[in-house]
């Protein structure tokens, strides 16, 4: 892939970690290649260890390009990573054009306070905030550039965001052809989920397909079925095989359970026709899990990878025929899955 590099406005209160207008540039073209919205800043962060404004001539000269007249305070540009969200979104963007980027993507959010615990940042933005930074629709929706793919989840829902979805929604259809009239007939998959955890769920399928061809009903969908499994899946095999796998690191705490962080632990079993699930260590059926730590942000980071987070008892379930394909590829799929639930519900928010 080509050298790409992230810049976005930043500003820390002291509390809360504001990023708005973030751009990923793929190689040496500053020419826009399309626009993303999803729900807010993610894991991203800075590419120093003590943050400091981009002061480069040629490159501030680029960057102020994409600066928002209306917006005149803490608008310093910085360099933070690529972070694993941005790398599908690259591919998102590379599936669309059938090839290699060299430009720009502008990613937007329904709102731009930091924080993979969704909860906790949506929190954040009902106390002291600054309302221009916290919130730029209004702004972003005049930089919009097609190709256009709406990520925001489910958050559209929330009533704190409905409205503001609906004014993104309104004016993404006037600008693209693939979306049902209606906010509420389409479905706005992560582009993590829909390029790799879901990318063979028909609804998955289906969302990228009319994103690629911008129409509602390509001719593609015709002839476009889920992919199968080419043999039945062998969940003993499949279990073994995982829990031998050399980068599965998880040590077992007991039969079929694993610990995946300091608070919470794993379950891969044969039972009930094979399932993955987590919760945490000290789970007692007496109290909810709204009663211990982080339970929102864990469950957004399983949500995001298509697990099941309705059930009380488990933070999250994943039925192992949910991967669907052959015995060695599920295995890969799910030591990745899980290194990559770790590494997320490890870092330090």
């Known amino acids: 892939m080509e ?7 930043y500003y820390w209160d002291g509390n809360i970690e504001y990023r708005w207008r973030t751009i990923i540039q793929i190689g040496n073209s500053w020419e826009k290649c399309g626009t993303i919205f999803m729900k807010n800043p993610g894991s991203s962060t800075h590419c120093e260890k003590t943050p400091s404004p981009i002061v ?7 960057l102020r390009k994409f600066d928002y007249e209306e917006i005149v305070n803490h608008c310093e540009w910085y360099e933070f990573s690529v972070d694993n969200t941005m790398t599908y979104v690259i591919k998102l963007f590379e599936t669309y ?7 720009v993507i502008q990613i937007f959010n329904l709102f731009n306070i930091r924080g993979a615990n969704l909860g906790e940042a949506i929190g954040k933005s009902n106390g002291s905030i600054l309302e221009q930074l916290a919130y730029t629709v209004e702004y972003d929706v005049k930089h919009i550039v097609s190709p256009v793919y709406l990520g925001w989840g489910d958050l559209w829902k929330n009533q704190k965001f409905s409205e503001k979805a609906e004014k993104i929604f309104n004016e993404v259809r006037q600008k693209t052809s693939y979306l049902s009239d209606g906010i509420q007939n389409n479905k706005y998959y992560h582009p993590q989920y829909l390029m790799n955890y879901g990318k063979n769920k028909l609804d998955c399928i289906i ?6 061809k911008n129409e509602i ?3 593609e969908l015709d002839c476009i079925i889920p992919v199968p499994c080419k043999s039945p899946i062998n969940i003993v095999h499949v279990i073994e095989l995982v829990t031998t796998n050399q980068k599965f690191q998880l040590t077992k705490i007991e039969k079929d359970d694993y610990s995946l962080s300091d608070n919470l632990m794993i379950r ?3 039972s009930n026709n094979g399932y993955l699930a987590i919760r945490h260590k000290n789970y007692d059926v007496q109290y909810p899990n709204s009663k211990y730590d982080f339970t929102e942000r864990y469950r957004n980071i399983l949500k995001e990878k298509g697990w099941n987070c309705d059930t009380p008892v488990w933070l999250g379930t994943k039925l192992i025929k949910d991967y669907e394909c052959k015995d ?11 290194n990559d639930i770790v590494e997320l519900v490890n870092k330090d928010y």
């Open 328 to 338: 060695d590829e599920i295995v890969t799929k799910i030591v990745s899955e899980i």
């Open 268 to 270: 891969i079993t044969k």
């Open 217 to 219: 009903n390509p001719k």
């Open 3 to 9: 050298n790409k590099r992230v810049y976005t406005h």
């Open 207 to 212: 969302t990228l397909t009319r994103f690629v």
């Open 97 to 103: 054009y059938q090839k290699p980027l060299n430009g």
């Open 56 to 62: 480069n001539k040629e490159l501030l000269d680029n």
